[in-house]
């Protein structure tokens, strides 16, 4: 459950465990529940990986020249039904390694708030929440309460423009339809753009990694173009991927 990885703001991803359950409309078309029908586990049962086999599986990614890793694109890392004990291990495991960037990505904001409370955040590991609606936005300030070196915001699937965001303590923002072989809602440009000029304003690094759609090439999802322009900006460089960092925001995050 580590692998290279179409996705194309990370190296890899790297699972400590498997399945989770919708909490949002964002998690409608979730390709976990389309996927996990080729395996053995339960979509909607949350069910941590074997965890001796942990270790030798990020040594494998990292062998490969893995240097971005994104942490359970399968489950939630903060889920209720993983122990607050269960976490630290993984963070553990992740301290092990500062030479890697550790992408933390979750709906439960909360919950990850109430664990970094009490656990301080390793600085190679990045904490994240998702948003594609305004009903959602009340994340974005738990997440800016974190105290992690790098704070990311994704806003994907992005269902509806989202106004005006106050992103001061915001890292990384990154923007994108919805993926989904079958109906995959709507996502109109003018939202993403809306995004973009408020990066712009505030010198956030801004990623769009698809408009979305019903058709896989090379592992995105509709056009990666946003006005015509390609933006694959990030706060540190990738390491199995060419980087197209903008001139004017190459500078990575101290």
Known sequence: MGEQTNISW???TFNTAWGCTKVSEECTNCYMFRMSGMTKFKADV???LNQTALEPRLKGLINKGAKVIFVNSMSDTFHKDFSFDLIKSWFQLFRKYPEIQFQILTKRIERAKEFLDSYPCPDNCWIGTS???????PRLEILKSIPAKIKFLSLEPLLEDLGILYL????WVIVGGESDYTKPREFKEEWGIN???QCRKQGIPFFYKQKGGNRNVNGIWGSDLLDGIKYHELPVLLGTKQSTLKMELSCMIC
């Not at 948003?131 to 936005?137: D, E, H, Q, V, W």
């Not at 001061?168 to 890292?171: A, C, H, L």
């Open 10 to 12: 990370t190296d890899a």
């Open 46 to 48: 949350p069910t941590p």
């Open 195 to 197: 995004i973009l000029n």
């Open 168 to 171: 001061n303590g915001i890292d």
């Open 131 to 137: 948003i594609g609606t305004k009903r959602a936005l």
